[in-house]
């Protein structure tokens, strides 16, 4: 079955920018939806974007003009950059699989994810 | 954009005992795309419910989701040690695509 596991740097600077790759195993990122979430005491759970995997990209408008996501098939990864971080930007950070059709949609399965923290 | 806000914040049940979860939208949301997960402390959010009553895989059949427009609830009729943790809804509108939570319920023991 499909895993998720997020990596990066635990550690960013203000108005630097936050970089973090999710790795799939278990099954090919071809043919499905991918999707960064993230979890801050503040805001709760906040939906951040979508890649399919032909690049195709949807963002939570809040944060649209911070984000890019972006998609590697060949190494099965995807990966998020949000630019311009400051310190409510901290929060633990989830990938997920994100399933979608015309009749429902969903979040599973999702990473263990992983913190990171804004300051200097 | 569709705020969810859920009830009650907290609630205290013993083993054994029937949990009722409320989710409420500040809009009508399609049954289709409101989703329940669990999350238990360290862990990640789990899938439990989709389409508003339908169980994911590998989920017992004691949770089970009901609801329509802006009211939708989540049913445990058993609760299980290992149930005690935070619900969260979750709904889907567009355009533009956006994806909501609720801030989440926790149900924990009495």
């Known amino acids: 079955q499909v895993q998720l596991q997020e990596s990066g740097p635990g550690l960013v600077k203000p108005s630097e920018t936050l970089s973090l790759t999710c790795s799939v195993s278990g099954g090919s990122i071809s043919g499905y939806y991918w999707t960064w979430i993230r979890q801050s005491p503040g805001k709760g759970l906040e939906w951040i974007g979508y890649i399919y995997y032909s690049g195709t990209t949807n963002y939570n408008p809040s944060l649209k003009s911070r984000v890019t996501i972006s998609v590697d098939t060949s190494k099965n990864q995807f990966s998020l950059k949000l630019n311009s971080v400051t310190a409510a930007d901290t929060a633990v950070y989830y990938c997920?699989?994100?399933?979608?059709?015309?009749?429902?949609?969903?979040?599973?399965?999702w990473g263990q994810g992983t913190l990171v923290t804004v300051s200097s | 954009e569709i705020v969810l806000t859920q009830s009650p914040g907290a609630l205290s049940l013993s083993p054994g005992e029937r949990a009722t979860l409320s989710c409420r939208a500040s809009?009508?949301?399609?049954?289709?795309?409101l989703a329940w997960y669990q999350q238990k402390p360290g862990q990640a959010p789990r899938l439990l419910i989709y389409?508003?009553?339908s169980r994911a895989t590998g989920i017992p059949d004691r949770f089970s989701g009901s609801g329509s427009g802006t009211d939708f609830n989540l049913t445990i009729s058993r609760l299980e040690p290992e149930d005690f943790a935070v619900y969260y809804c979750?709904?889907?509108?567009?355009?533009?695509?956006?994806?909501?939570f609720g801030p989440g319920t926790k149900v924990d023991i009495k």
């Open positions: 389409g508003a009553s």
């Open positions: 979750q709904q889907y509108d567009s355009p533009p695509p956006v994806f909501t």
């Open positions: 997920a699989k994100f399933y979608s059709s015309s009749w429902f949609n969903w979040f599973d399965p």
């Open positions: 809009q009508s949301v399609s049954r289709s795309y």
